[in-house]
């Protein structure tokens, strides 16, 4: 089994910064791909940034230069550091990863819960 937690996701004015984490855990052979993605209610969820095992990273237009995807290899573990944040970036934001589990012939991509992230003055 794959587990992915977000946490740091907070009610922030806007302007302000946030940084969420994500920490991959189980039965994890190769931790490819590794993204961030936000859902608002009555909109289709949506890929913010991308990170790959090697460092390369992609950025949605909507939060390139505000947004930076990191991650700790080591750790098994993403964030998202946000800043200048604006009301439109209120979300939940997810993170998925791609995984090669113990046994597998091939990576499947796995999810956490979300964590909240609010932008309103």
């Known amino acids: 089994q794959v587990r992915l937690v977000e946490s740091g996701g907070v009610l922030v004015q806007p302007g302000g910064s946030l940084r969420l984490s994500c920490v991959a855990s189980?039965?994890?052979?190769?931790?490819?791909?590794m993204a961030w993605n936000h859902h608002a209610p009555g909109k289709e969820r949506e890929l913010v940034a991308r990170?790959?095992?090697?460092?390369?990273?992609q950025y949605a237009e909507s939060v390139n230069v505000r947004f930076t995807i990191s991650r700790d290899n080591a750790q098994k573990s993403a964030y998202l550091q946000m800043n200048s944040l604006k009301p439109e970036d209120t979300a939940v934001y997810f993170c998925?990863?791609?995984?090669?589990?113990?046994?597998?012939?091939?990576?499947?991509?796995?999810w956490g819960q979300g964590t909240q992230v609010t932008v309103y003055s």
């Open positions: 998925s990863a791609h995984v090669m589990t113990f046994g597998a012939m091939a990576y499947g991509e796995y």
């Open positions: 189980g039965s994890i052979f190769i931790l490819g791909i």
């Open positions: 990170i790959f095992s090697g460092g390369n990273t």
